[in-house]
């Protein structure tokens, strides 16, 4: 599936109705576009880690004023039975974290996310530049693991990623994580 493992973390029973669900959301409009982030979108450009839910990053509808709101996929999936959870809705057995693209960096993961299969199911996932400059932007001590993991085993295109960086105003971050992880900057 992937350009090295595709998603191990996600081959428990479910996932392609879970996946279903997802490209049901964008067909029916109640999102815009999605694609898979998170620790499933680090594991599918390198090794399997650990991680508890799928966060599916979504451009929305848009909509009248400066609120955003996940009232309508709430609403849609409630309807389709499927219970939310704190911040998660369960999708077949799997906790989904709706996250609206909060920002010019992740909109443009969205946008640009990569076409890919899951058995027989279509989605998408952040390319690893743009998964590595989202890490960079939260800056939790978990990200800068998963940035060092993603640098070392994922094939990451250097230039895409620093014009990411630069367009973004993150390349300050980037420099120190090289200095600090003796990557070349």
């Known amino acids: 599936m992937g350009p ?3 998603l191990q973390v996600a081959r428990v029973s479910g996932m392609e109705k879970t996946l279903d669900v997802l490209n049901e959301l964008e067909e029916n409009q109640v999102i815009e576009r999605y694609a898979i982030g998170g620790g499933i979108a680090v594991t599918y450009h390198a090794e399997p880690m650990l991680t508890y839910d799928l966060d599916a990053f979504v451009l929305l509808p848009q909509a009248s004023g400066k609120i955003i709101s996940l009232s309508g996929i ?10 939310a959870h704190r911040e998660h809705i369960m999708i077949h057995g799997h906790p989904v974290q709706f996250i609206p693209a909060y920002n010019a960096l992740v909109e443009e993961a ?6 890919v299969s ?3 199911v279509r989605t998408r996932i952040v390319r ?5 400059a989202i890490l960079f932007q939260t800056d939790r001590p978990k990200d800068r693991i998963r940035v060092a993991l993603l640098l070392e085993q994922a094939a990451i295109d250097r230039k895409k990623l620093q ?3 630069k367009r973004h105003g993150l390349m300050s971050r980037w420099k120190e994580f090289s200095r600090e992880n003796r990557y070349e900057a």
């Open 4 to 6: 090295k493992r595709g």
């Open 74 to 83: 709430y609403e849609y999936l409630r309807a389709k039975k499927f219970p």
């Open 128 to 132: 690893a530049e743009h998964l590595v």
């Open 163 to 165: 014009a990411i960086l």
């Open 118 to 120: 899951y058995r027989k």
């Open 110 to 115: 969205v946008r640009t996310a990569q076409a």
